[in-house]
């Protein structure tokens, strides 16, 4: 805002005052001389009060509260009235109305006449009177206009219409506050017409019969604005964190679909080769099978390929390798999707239960049919409750407001859970037996270190000529010295 300054003010004509016989005694410090019979101004004090003025509207705009302006002499009240209406602040431009401060009845009137006038226009009833008729009404609607404003309560952000009764109460009621400085008096006055605030009103704590209600204060325009700001930033949060999810539910809801085919394809040839678990149980080979298995998981390409040594040791034929190689591939990318399948509660895991149930399986050997099978069925099932959560989530997340959060105390989304635990729980009690570790001897043979290698008979097909069966570690072995 540009400041104004002592020339400025001597080209305008602000240092001409009034006639010296009609002059206030309180005016006598701001006077700098008198001329002609006319007071002058002293323009150095009024460049300061100017400033102290400006200071003084600027701290109460920040506060969000209203300013009327009034300017009803010819010189000051179109620029009054055009720059006001630029920043939405009551004005009074035209006559003042005799008593629009002390008097408001006949204010109130013009008011209620003001606003029949304007439902005139809108209701139909405009067009059904004559145009002389709607002349003369529209004369006094400018008339009205010209004698009639809104005022802003003091502590308050909206306008209020008051007749004249009601504005000399008013007044009454901020002069007792000036004096004894009782807000709540203050606000239960506003409370009785009407007057509060929409938070002020909905936060009132009522009071027991005979007693004030206790009111809050108005929240400032910048505390509106605030509070505003602040909504919808938790609303753009929720709405980000919202697709986020939708997208974690969305990918995985996309990858049980691959999984589910991948999960069949196995139980299929798990059923339909059984050479595969013949050669996975002879002695040695399996775990030399489980390591390249590990192997292919952790480079992430399946490639399988067992050691030189261990074909010739155990003889391997061709169609053994064939059928080895492509078990061992689809375990690898079984025993892959089921270590991305086994998530935390954070991660789209139900409860830390199915985390460990799910764990448990997708760890067991892929030595058997039954372990393969349950490992497939295992990611067929958390497929299928990964697609239809994504479902439920996609119908839900369509209702204004709606949080992740929300979605997890779902009744519909509960049941769902539930039945997902019931299925866990059917697929635990079938497999028991292969979830439960194995208790070791508690009564092993005395000495197994010493105790010597069994011979094997030559013939023996099982164990590859000159080699041994180790009795402390059931491994393949090279026979030793004296074996």
């Given at each position: 805002?540009?400041?104004?300054?002592?020339?400025?003010?001597?080209?305008?004509?602000?240092?001409?005052?009034?006639?010296?016989?009609?002059?206030?005694?309180?005016?006598?410090?701001?006077?700098?001389m008198?001329?002609?019979?006319?007071?002058?101004?002293?323009?150095?004090?009024?460049?300061?009060?100017l400033?102290?003025?400006?200071?003084?509207?600027?701290?109460?705009?920040?506060?969000?509260?209203?300013?009327?302006?009034?300017?009803?002499?010819?010189?000051?009240?179109?620029?009054?009235?055009?720059?006001?209406?630029?920043?939405?602040?009551?004005?009074?431009?035209e006559?003042?109305?005799g008593?629009?401060?002390?008097?408001?009845?006949?204010?109130?009137?013009?008011?209620?006449?003001?606003?029949?006038?304007?439902?005139?226009?809108?209701?139909?009833?405009?067009?059904?009177?004559?145009?002389?008729?709607?002349?003369?009404?529209?004369?006094?609607?400018?008339?009205?206009?010209?004698?009639?404003?809104?005022?802003?309560?003091?502590?308050?952000?909206?306008?209020?219409?008051?007749n004249?009764?009601?504005?000399?109460?008013?007044?009454?009621?901020?002069?007792?506050?000036?004096?004894?400085?009782?807000?709540?008096?203050?606000?239960?006055?506003?409370?009785?017409?009407?007057?509060?605030?929409?938070?002020?009103?909905?936060?009132?704590?009522?009071?027991?019969?005979?007693?004030?209600?206790?009111?809050?204060?108005?929240?400032?325009?910048?505390?509106?604005?605030?509070?505003?700001?602040?909504?919808?930033?938790?609303?753009?949060g929720?709405?980000?964190a919202?697709?986020?999810?939708?997208?974690?539910?969305?990918?995985?809801?996309?990858?049980?679909?691959?999984?589910?085919?991948?999960?069949?394809?196995?139980?299929?040839?798990?059923?339909?080769?059984?050479?595969?678990?013949?050669?996975?149980?002879?002695?040695?080979?399996?775990?030399?099978?489980?390591?390249?298995?590990?192997?292919?998981?952790?480079?992430?390409?399946?490639?399988?390929?067992?050691?030189?040594g261990?074909?010739?040791?155990?003889?391997?034929?061709?169609?053994?390798?064939?059928?080895?190689?492509?078990?061992?591939?689809?375990?690898?990318?079984?025993?892959?999707?089921g270590?991305?399948?086994?998530?935390?509660?954070?991660?789209?895991?139900?409860?830390?239960?199915?985390?460990?149930?799910?764990?448990?399986?997708y760890?067991?050997?892929?030595?058997?049919?039954?372990?393969?099978?349950?490992?497939?069925?295992?990611?067929?099932?958390?497929?299928?409750?990964?697609?239809?959560?994504?479902?439920?989530?996609?119908?839900?997340?369509?209702?204004?407001?709606?949080?992740?959060?929300?979605?997890?105390?779902?009744?519909?989304?509960?049941?769902?859970?539930?039945?997902?635990?019931?299925?866990?729980?059917?697929?635990?009690?079938?497999?028991?037996?292969?979830?439960?570790?194995?208790?070791?001897?508690?009564?092993?043979?005395?000495?197994?270190?010493?105790?010597?290698?069994?011979?094997?008979?030559?013939?023996?097909?099982?164990?590859?000529?000159g080699?041994?069966?180790?009795?402390?570690?059931?491994?393949?072995?090279?026979?030793?010295?004296?074996?």
């Amino acid at each position: 805002m540009s400041r104004a300054n002592y020339n400025d003010l001597l080209e305008a004509g602000v240092h001409f005052g009034h006639l010296t016989r009609k002059w206030n005694p309180a005016m006598a410090p701001y006077i700098f001389m008198e001329k002609n019979g006319i007071h002058i101004i002293d323009l150095n004090k009024t460049v300061a009060k100017l400033d102290e003025a400006c200071e003084a509207l600027k701290q109460i705009a920040k506060s969000g509260k209203k300013i009327m302006f009034v300017a009803t002499k010819k010189q000051a009240k179109d620029v009054v009235a055009a720059n006001v209406k630029n920043i939405n602040m009551p004005y009074v431009t035209e006559r003042w109305p005799g008593g629009m401060l002390t008097n408001f009845a006949t204010i109130r009137k013009a008011i209620k006449k003001m606003g029949t006038i304007d439902r005139m226009a809108t209701d139909g009833t405009w067009e059904n009177i004559n145009k002389k008729e709607r002349l003369l009404i529209s004369r006094e609607r400018e008339k009205l206009e010209k004698t009639t404003r809104k005022v802003v309560p003091r502590g308050l952000r909206t306008e209020r219409e008051m007749n004249q009764g009601e504005y000399n109460q008013y007044l009454a009621a901020i002069n007792q506050y000036q004096t004894d400085g009782d807000e709540q008096k203050l606000l239960n006055f506003y409370d009785k017409f009407g007057w509060l605030e929409s938070e002020q009103a909905r936060n009132r704590r009522i009071a027991k019969e005979g007693e004030p209600s206790v009111i809050s204060p108005a929240k400032t325009q910048s505390e509106m604005d605030a509070e505003k700001e602040t909504a919808t930033k938790t609303a753009s949060g929720r709405a980000e964190a919202a697709g986020k999810m939708e997208a974690r539910l969305g990918l995985q809801a996309e990858a049980a679909f691959e999984n589910t085919n991948i999960a069949k394809d196995m139980i299929g040839y798990a059923k339909n080769n059984p050479l595969v678990f013949d050669l996975m149980n002879r002695p040695g080979l399996g775990n030399a099978i489980a390591r390249a298995i590990q192997e292919g998981v952790n480079v992430g390409n399946f490639s399988i390929n067992l050691p030189v040594g261990i074909i010739k040791q155990y003889e391997l034929s061709s169609n053994d390798l064939t059928a080895l190689q492509m078990f061992m591939q689809k375990s690898a990318q079984l025993q892959s999707r089921g270590r991305q399948l086994n998530r935390t509660p954070g991660e789209g895991s139900t409860s830390d239960y199915e985390t460990k149930l799910l764990g448990g399986i997708y760890a067991l050997p892929s030595d058997s049919q039954r372990a393969i099978i349950l490992k497939s069925d295992a990611l067929i099932m958390q497929g299928m409750f990964d697609e239809e959560r994504f479902k439920l989530w996609t119908k839900k997340s369509k209702e204004s407001g709606y949080t992740y959060n929300d979605f997890l105390i779902d009744d519909d989304f509960k049941e769902l859970k539930t039945n997902y635990r019931k299925k866990l729980d059917a697929i635990r009690e079938e497999n028991m037996d292969l979830l439960s570790p194995k208790k070791k001897d508690k009564n092993p043979p005395a000495n197994p270190s010493n105790a010597p290698a069994t011979k094997l008979s030559p013939n023996d097909s099982s164990v590859p000529p000159g080699y041994i069966k180790d009795p402390k570690t059931g491994v393949i072995r090279k026979k030793r010295e004296g074996e």
